[in-house]
Each structure stands twice: as C-alpha cells, then as structure tokens.
T-cell receptor, first 111, second 112 residues
Framework: GQQVMQIPQYQHVQEGEDFTTYCNSS?????IQWYKQRPGGHPVFLIQ?????EVKKQKRLTFQFGEAKKNSSLHITATQTTDVGTYFC???????????FGKGTKLTVNP | DGGITQSPKYLFRKEGQNVTLSCEQN?????MYWYRQDPGQGLRLIYY???????QKGDIAEGYSVSREKKESFPLTVTSAQKNPTAFYLC???????????FGPGTRLTVT
C-alpha cells in the first residue's frame, strides 16, 4: 500500500540554525499534508500542497512539493525554541479518504 | 468554541478489561477517525467513519471496536483481545470536501 518515507528521524539544532525534513514516495501523490505535534500534544495541520512544484510559505516555514509529485520538504529558517516538536507528512492513500502518515521528524532546538 | 474533545486524558486499566475512549466533536464534520500512536512512530489508522451508522476498518483494527450512532460521537472500545493496548490514542474529524484532519487532545491509555 501507499507509504511515505520521512527523513531524518531526529534532528537537533542550535537556535538560529535552519532545519529541513523530507518526505519521499515511490508513487505519484495527489497531494501532501504537513502536521506539527508539540511534545505531549496532538498533531496540528500546517498546510496542504496539491500542485506540481508548488511552494508555500508561512513566516519562517517553507513547504515544497516536487515537480514529479513524489517528494516534499519542510524548511524552517532560523529555528526558535517554539519550533520544537515532531513534524509529520501525510498523504492520501490512492482512491480513498484515508491518510497515511510518515513516521515524523523530531526536532529539538538548543537555546 | 468548536472543537474535538477526548476524555479522559489519562486512563489506566488492568489487563483483560475492555475500555471505551470517548471522542466528541461539535464542528459538524462528517468523517471521524481513530489513530494509535506509539513512541517514535507515526499515526496508524484503527477505524474511520464517513457517515453516521457506517464505519470501516483501518490498518490495525484487530482488538478494537467502534460505533457511530451520532454525527458528533465516535467512541472507541479497546477490547481484551488487543495484545498491546498501551498507547496514545488520537481522534480526528474532517469537514466534507476537505482532507485536513482536526485532532483531539488524545487519550494516553496504560494497561498493566
């Protein structure tokens, strides 16, 4: 079935450094979503990408969808301690309403 | 305020007991989902429901049961048949025409 590989599994940065997490699929995706889960919290929707090559920005966060719609990335510029958490990508399973989540990238930020 | 509530936040049970986790939403969303999250893992789908009185199994439905008698409510029962029930359980809902999932705060279930 549909799977997505998310890398890296963990990332530790100094405050102010940049951070990127990647999500890869072996099949073409119809869309991709990104969620953030703070420690002890629940996932919160960040964004959905639909178009090939799409780039969207939310303040210091930049989301990209690959030209072939098989990969995506989330980049955070100049991380802050408030960015701490686990970032998940999620994709629709082909022909269904079900989401498949990547295993997430856990980001820790050293102040 | 619209949202999803799950109760309780923490739940402790003895092995062999069934336990029901509550999920209520007042967002008027049609679809509701139950996920399980284990440490260092993504979310795995247990059951989902697109409409009242209908639900489908997800990837790990064995040992779980659900009901959807009302649009607002989608309770999950963890039965004694579930071999490793200790986990963080998340409920989510989705508005018709969207794929964005709204999550509740979750219930941490510990079975000893």
């Amino acid at each position: 079935g549909q799977q997505v590989m998310q890398i890296p599994q963990y990332q530790h940065v100094q405050e102010g450094e940049d951070f990127t997490t990647y999500c890869n699929s072996s099949t073409t995706l119809s869309n991709i979503q990104w969620y953030k889960q703070r420690p002890g919290g629940h996932p919160v929707f960040l964004i959905q990408l639909v178009k090939s090559g799409e780039v969207k920005k939310q303040k210091r966060l930049t989301f990209q969808f690959g030209e072939a719609k098989k990969n995506s990335s989330l980049h955070i510029t100049a991380t802050q301690t408030t960015d701490v958490g686990t970032y998940f990508c999620a994709v629709l399973r082909g022909g269904s309403e079900k989401l498949v989540f990547g295993k997430g990238t856990k980001l820790t930020v050293n102040p | 305020d619209g949202g999803i509530t799950q109760s309780p936040k923490y739940l402790f049970r003895k092995e062999g007991q069934n336990v029901t986790l509550s999920c209520e939403q007042n967002l008027n969303h049609d679809a509701m989902y139950w996920y399980r999250q284990d440490p260092g893992q993504g979310l795995r789908l247990i059951y989902y429901s697109q409409i009242v009185n209908d639900f489908q199994k997800g990837d790990i439905a064995e040992g779980y049961s659900v009901s959807r008698e009302k649009k607002e409510s989608f309770p999950l029962t963890v039965t004694s048949a579930q071999k490793n029930p200790t986990a963080f359980y998340l409920c989510a809902s989705v508005r018709r025409g969207s794929y964005e999932q709204y999550f509740g705060p979750g219930t941490r279930l510990t079975v000893t």
